[in-house]
C-alpha cells in the first residue's frame, strides 16, 4: 500500500512517486456508449433512460427468468387468457353441472369417462372397486342428471363412439378393475354388457377395437363378436391408451400409448411395432395420448411428446409445460388426459400428489419456486387445465382448492354449445370454449371468471449484477370501471414481497418509484390482478372483463462508478533521489505491464482511495541525444 500522497504536484503510480506538470484532471469511465437509432424512433430511443413493454401475452406461461432481449411475450405464471395480442383478460368462467347426488352414494366417487353421444353427454361415475359403476345422462335444459342408466360391473376406464357398417352407432365404455373386465355399449335403447377383457377402446376401420390390461388386442365387427387380433409384447399393465393417428404414408392406423412408449399397429401381421418415440419406464406416460391436426401427442408426467410419423422419417419435439422453467411449484402434477378442440390442445394435469415446493430461505434463488421457497417434497397442488396452441402455454383453468383431482377431460358440441367438459373431485365442470379464432372479449354472450392474475418473469436486462434504477411504469387499460378492476404491483431482487402500483381509471395510468427519486433493482417482476363484479343484480355482470392493453417500464441501466485519469508526468528532472532516466524506465515498463497498476493522487490513511488502471494511452514530448528528460501524458483508467 502507497503512502500518503501529500504534495499537489506528485502522484504514486505501480511503486514509483512522479512528479506532475498540472492537476489530475478525472473522468467517469463507467457508461454505456450512447443509442444508436436506425430508422424511426420507437419507445426505447431516449437516450438516457430503456424502456421495455409487455404488450404480447401470447408466447404464454413456464419462463421465469427473461433472457435479454427475449422472452417479452412470455409470463411466469398467469390465469388470465393470453392468446390476443394487446388484451389481457379475465379467465373463461367454468360452470358447475349439478351435483350427482345418486353417484355420490359411491366411496369416493370419481369420473371415469365423459362421451358425447346423439348430441348429448354422458358421464360414468365409479366408486370403490366392489361397486358398479354409474353411467348418467346430462339434461343440459334442467341441469339435472336423473337416474343411473347403466351399471357396468367394473370401474370405467375409457369411452368411445362407434358407427358399425350396418350403420348401427354405439356409445360404448370399457371398464377394467381387479374384479374383472369388459366393456358395456348402448345402441340409443338397450344397454348391453360384454366380458371381453377390455380396458381402452378406439374405432378404426369401422370397427370397435379394444385392448385388455394384459395386451391383447381385439376388433369387432358385428356387435357383440370380438376376434383376437394383435399382443402387445410388454407386461401386463403397461398401455395406457388406444387411438388412432396416420403412418408414414398418410393412412389412418392404430396406435398403443404405454409406459415404455408409443407402438404401431401392424395390421397385416396383427402385431404392434415400436416406434421412434420410446421412452424409459415411467407410470403415467401415455395417459390420454391422442392425435391433434397433423401430429400425436404424448404425454410423461408434465413432458409432452409431439410425434408426426412422415415419409423420410418420424420427426420428434418436446412441447409440454415442463420446458423452459416448467411450471410453479405449486401447479406441478402430471398430465393424465388430452382432448382437441379447433384452436388448441387441453391436457388435464392432476396435482392431487404433485412435487410441491417447500420452504427453506437458506439455499440459493435458483432452487426456490415462485413463492420463495425451495426444496422439493412430495405434497398436493392446484390441478388445472392447460391449453395449448402452437405458440405456448396457457391455464385455462385452475382449482381454488388444493389436493383434489382432474379426471377426464372432453370437448363437445353436444346441446349446440362448443364446451370444454371435465371431471373434478368427482363432480363434472364445462366451460364455453370459442369455435372460431376470436378474441372473447369482442363476443358479446362470452362470459368470464370473476379474477384472475397474471405474473411475468423477473427482468434484469441481461444483467442481474448490474443495477438498473427504475423510473416509471405506465398501465394502459380499457374497459376498467370502479367495478372492473386492475391492480399491479412489483417486486425486486427475486424476493415476493410486493409493493402495489394500483391502477385508478380507464386509460394510461403512470406509476413513478421512489416518488420521483426511482427504485434501484437487480431484477424486477409484476403481478397483474384483474377483477370483475360479483354483484347479481347487474345485467350481464359475468360478461365483464377489465383489459390489460400494455404494461410499460421506464428504467435506466448504471454500471459501477469506475475512473478515467489523465495525468502529465514531469520528468525534467530528478525526482525522490531518482534521476529522469529511472523514472522513465519505470514508466515504460508500468505502460507495457500486463497487471493492473495501482495509482494514487489524493491518498487517505487506510488507502481505501487508491485505484488499480490499465494505461489506454500514452503520449509525450521528450529532448533528442542523451537528454533524458521531458514530459509524459498518460490516460489511466480503471477496467
Given at each position: 500500500?502507497?503512502?500518503?500522497?501529500?504534495s499537489?504536484?506528485?502522484?504514486?503510480?505501480?511503486?514509483?512517486y512522479?512528479?506532475?506538470?498540472?492537476?489530475v484532471?478525472s473522468?467517469?469511465?463507467?457508461i454505456?456508449?450512447a443509442?444508436?437509432?436506425?430508422?424511426?424512433?420507437?419507445k426505447?430511443?431516449?437516450?438516457?433512460?430503456?424502456?421495455?413493454?409487455?404488450s404480447?401475452?401470447?408466447?404464454?406461461?413456464?419462463?421465469?427468468?427473461?433472457e435479454a432481449?427475449g422472452?417479452?411475450?412470455?409470463?411466469?405464471?398467469s390465469?388470465?387468457?393470453?392468446r390476443?395480442k394487446?388484451h389481457?383478460?379475465?379467465?373463461?368462467?367454468?360452470?358447475?353441472?349439478?351435483?350427482?347426488?345418486t353417484?355420490?352414494?359411491?366411496?369416493?366417487?370419481?369420473?371415469?369417462?365423459?362421451?358425447?353421444?346423439a348430441?348429448?353427454?354422458?358421464?360414468?361415475?365409479?366408486?370403490s372397486?366392489?361397486?358398479n359403476a354409474?353411467?348418467?345422462?346430462?339434461?343440459?335444459?334442467?341441469?339435472?342428471?336423473?337416474?343411473?342408466l347403466?351399471t357396468?360391473?367394473?370401474?370405467?376406464?375409457?369411452?368411445?363412439?362407434?358407427?358399425?357398417?350396418?350403420?348401427?352407432t354405439?356409445?360404448v365404455f370399457?371398464?377394467?378393475?381387479?374384479?374383472?373386465?369388459?366393456?358395456t355399449?348402448?345402441?340409443?335403447?338397450?344397454?348391453?354388457?360384454?366380458?371381453?377383457?377390455t380396458?381402452?377402446?378406439?374405432?378404426w376401420d369401422?370397427?370397435?377395437?379394444?385392448?385388455?390390461?394384459?395386451?391383447q388386442?381385439?376388433?369387432?365387427?358385428?356387435?357383440?363378436?370380438?376376434?383376437?387380433?394383435?399382443?402387445?409384447?410388454l407386461?401386463?399393465g403397461?398401455?395406457?391408451?388406444?387411438?388412432?393417428?396416420?403412418?408414414a404414408?398418410?393412412?389412418?392406423i392404430?396406435y398403443?400409448?404405454t409406459?415404455?412408449?408409443?407402438?404401431a399397429h401392424?395390421?397385416?401381421?396383427?402385431?404392434?411395432?415400436?416406434?421412434?418415440?420410446?421412452?424409459?419406464?415411467?407410470?403415467?406416460?401415455?395417459?390420454?395420448?391422442?392425435?391433434w391436426?397433423?401430429?400425436?401427442?404424448?404425454?410423461a408426467?408434465l413432458g409432452?411428446?409431439?410425434?408426426?410419423?412422415?415419409?423420410g422419417?418420424?420427426?420428434?419435439?418436446?412441447?409440454?409445460p415442463?420446458?423452459?422453467?416448467?411450471?410453479?411449484?405449486d401447479?406441478?402434477g402430471?398430465?393424465?388426459?388430452?382432448?382437441?378442440?379447433h384452436?388448441?390442445?387441453?391436457?388435464?394435469?392432476?396435482?392431487?400428489?404433485?412435487?410441491?415446493?417447500?420452504?427453506?430461505?437458506?439455499?440459493?434463488?435458483?432452487?426456490?419456486?415462485?413463492q420463495?421457497?425451495?426444496?422439493?417434497?412430495?405434497?398436493?397442488g392446484?390441478?388445472?387445465?392447460?391449453g395449448?396452441?402452437?405458440?405456448?402455454?396457457?391455464?385455462k383453468?385452475?382449482?381454488?382448492t388444493?389436493?383434489?383431482?382432474?379426471?377426464?377431460i372432453?370437448v363437445?358440441?353436444?346441446?349446440?354449445e362448443?364446451?370444454?367438459?371435465?371431471g373434478?373431485?368427482?363432480?363434472?365442470?364445462?366451460?364455453?370454449?370459442?369455435?372460431?379464432?376470436?378474441?372473447?372479449?369482442f363476443?358479446?354472450d362470452?362470459?368470464?371468471?370473476?379474477?384472475?392474475?397474471?405474473?411475468?418473469?423477473?427482468?434484469?436486462?441481461?444483467q442481474?449484477?448490474?443495477?438498473?434504477?427504475?423510473?416509471?411504469?405506465?398501465?394502459?387499460?380499457?374497459?376498467?370501471?370502479?367495478t372492473?378492476t386492475v391492480?399491479?404491483?412489483?417486486a425486486?431482487?427475486?424476493?415476493e414481497s410486493y409493493?402495489?402500483?394500483?391502477?385508478?381509471?380507464?386509460?394510461?395510468?403512470?406509476?413513478?418509484?421512489g416518488?420521483?427519486?426511482?427504485?434501484?433493482?437487480r431484477a424486477?417482476?409484476f403481478?397483474?390482478?384483474l377483477?370483475?363484479t360479483?354483484?347479481t343484480d347487474?345485467d350481464?355482470?359475468?360478461?365483464?372483463?377489465p383489459?390489460?392493453?400494455?404494461?410499460?417500464l421506464?428504467?435506466?441501466?448504471k454500471?459501477?462508478?469506475k475512473?478515467?485519469?489523465q495525468v502529465?508526468?514531469?520528468?525534467?528532472?530528478e525526482?525522490?533521489?531518482?534521476?529522469a532516466k529511472?523514472?522513465r524506465?519505470s514508466?515504460?515498463?508500468?505502460i507495457?505491464?500486463?497487471?493492473?497498476?495501482?495509482?494514487?493522487?489524493?491518498?487517505?490513511?487506510g488507502?481505501?482511495?487508491?485505484?488499480?488502471?490499465?494505461?489506454?494511452?500514452?503520449?509525450g514530448?521528450?529532448?533528442s541525444?542523451?537528454d533524458?528528460r521531458?514530459?509524459?501524458?498518460l490516460?489511466?483508467?480503471e477496467p
Amino acid at each position: 500500500m502507497a503512502s500518503k500522497v501529500e504534495s499537489p504536484n506528485e502522484i504514486y503510480l505501480d511503486g514509483t512517486y512522479y512528479p506532475i506538470a498540472r492537476p489530475v484532471q478525472s473522468v467517469l469511465a463507467s457508461i454505456y456508449p450512447a443509442k444508436v437509432v436506425i430508422g424511426d424512433t420507437s419507445k426505447d430511443s431516449q437516450a438516457h433512460t430503456s424502456v421495455v413493454a409487455w404488450s404480447d401475452w401470447r408466447g404464454g406461461i413456464g419462463v421465469d427468468r427473461m433472457e435479454a432481449g427475449g422472452d417479452i411475450n412470455r409470463a411466469w405464471w398467469s390465469t388470465c387468457q393470453l392468446r390476443y395480442k394487446d388484451h389481457l383478460i379475465l379467465p373463461g368462467l367454468d360452470n358447475d353441472a349439478a351435483a350427482n347426488a345418486t353417484a355420490t352414494g359411491l366411496t369416493g366417487p370419481t369420473i371415469g369417462a365423459i362421451e358425447e353421444y346423439a348430441n348429448s353427454v354422458y358421464v360414468a361415475w365409479n366408486g370403490s372397486i366392489s361397486q358398479n359403476a354409474q353411467v348418467f345422462l346430462y339434461n343440459n335444459t334442467s341441469n339435472a342428471w336423473g337416474s343411473a342408466l347403466a351399471t357396468p360391473a367394473d370401474q370405467v376406464t375409457d369411452s368411445t363412439t362407434w358407427r358399425t357398417l350396418a350403420s348401427e352407432t354405439f356409445l360404448v365404455f370399457a371398464h377394467y378393475d381387479t374384479n374383472g373386465s369388459g366393456y358395456t355399449r348402448f345402441d340409443g335403447s338397450t344397454w348391453t354388457s360384454d366380458a371381453t377383457d377390455t380396458q381402452y377402446v378406439a374405432v378404426w376401420d369401422d370397427r370397435l377395437w379394444g385392448i385388455s390390461y394384459a395386451g391383447q388386442l381385439w376388433y369387432s365387427i358385428v356387435a357383440g363378436t370380438e376376434v383376437d387380433d394383435a399382443k402387445l409384447p410388454l407386461p401386463p399393465g403397461s398401455v395406457t391408451a388406444l387411438f388412432v393417428a396416420r403412418d408414414a404414408g398418410g393412412e389412418p392406423i392404430l396406435y398403443a400409448a404405454t409406459k415404455k412408449g408409443l407402438f404401431a399397429h401392424d395390421a397385416s401381421n396383427a402385431k404392434f411395432v415400436q416406434t421412434e418415440l420410446t421412452l424409459p419406464t415411467h407410470p403415467f406416460a401415455g395417459a390420454g395420448t391422442i392425435r391433434w391436426r397433423d401430429s400425436i401427442y404424448m404425454p410423461a408426467g408434465l413432458g409432452v411428446y409431439r410425434y408426426i410419423n412422415q415419409a423420410g422419417g418420424a420427426v420428434l419435439t418436446v412441447t409440454g409445460p415442463d420446458r423452459d422453467d416448467g411450471l410453479p411449484g405449486d401447479n406441478r402434477g402430471t398430465i393424465k388426459y388430452m382432448s382437441g378442440s379447433h384452436n388448441e390442445l387441453f391436457v388435464g394435469v392432476d396435482s392431487s400428489t404433485a412435487a410441491k415446493i417447500v420452504a427453506s430461505s437458506s439455499l440459493p434463488y435458483q432452487w426456490q419456486s415462485h413463492q420463495g421457497s425451495s426444496v422439493i417434497d412430495v405434497d398436493t397442488g392446484y390441478s388445472s387445465i392447460l391449453g395449448y396452441n402452437d405458440m405456448g402455454w396457457e391455464a385455462k383453468w385452475t382449482a381454488d382448492t388444493v389436493g383434489k383431482s382432474i379426471q377426464h377431460i372432453l370437448v363437445s358440441d353436444a346441446y349446440s354449445e362448443y364446451r370444454l367438459w371435465w371431471g373434478f373431485d368427482g363432480e363434472i365442470k364445462f366451460m364455453k370454449i370459442p369455435s372460431d379464432i376470436i378474441n372473447p372479449s369482442f363476443v358479446s354472450d362470452f362470459e368470464f371468471r370473476a379474477s384472475g392474475t397474471h405474473e411475468t418473469p423477473w427482468f434484469s436486462a441481461g444483467q442481474a449484477e448490474v443495477d438498473k434504477l427504475a423510473l416509471k411504469l405506465r398501465t394502459e387499460v380499457q374497459d376498467a370501471s370502479s367495478t372492473e378492476t386492475v391492480s399491479v404491483s412489483y417486486a425486486t431482487d427475486y424476493s415476493e414481497s410486493y409493493t402495489s402500483a394500483d391502477i385508478t381509471s380507464d386509460g394510461v395510468t403512470e406509476y413513478t418509484f421512489g416518488e420521483k427519486a426511482g427504485t434501484v433493482f437487480r431484477a424486477i417482476k409484476f403481478k397483474i390482478a384483474l377483477a370483475r363484479t360479483t354483484n347479481t343484480d347487474t345485467d350481464n355482470y359475468k360478461k365483464l372483463t377489465p383489459d390489460v392493453v400494455s404494461l410499460t417500464l421506464e428504467w435506466r441501466k448504471k454500471l459501477p462508478a469506475k475512473w478515467g485519469h489523465q495525468v502529465q508526468i514531469d520528468l525534467n528532472g530528478e525526482y525522490k533521489g531518482k534521476p529522469a532516466k529511472d523514472l522513465r524506465s519505470s514508466l515504460l515498463a508500468t505502460i507495457e505491464a500486463t497487471t493492473l497498476a495501482e495509482f494514487t493522487f489524493r491518498d487517505d490513511a487506510g488507502g481505501t482511495r487508491n485505484f488499480y488502471v490499465d494505461c489506454n494511452q500514452a503520449t509525450g514530448l521528450e529532448y533528442s541525444g542523451y537528454d533524458e528528460r521531458g514530459v509524459s501524458t498518460l490516460t489511466l483508467t480503471e477496467p
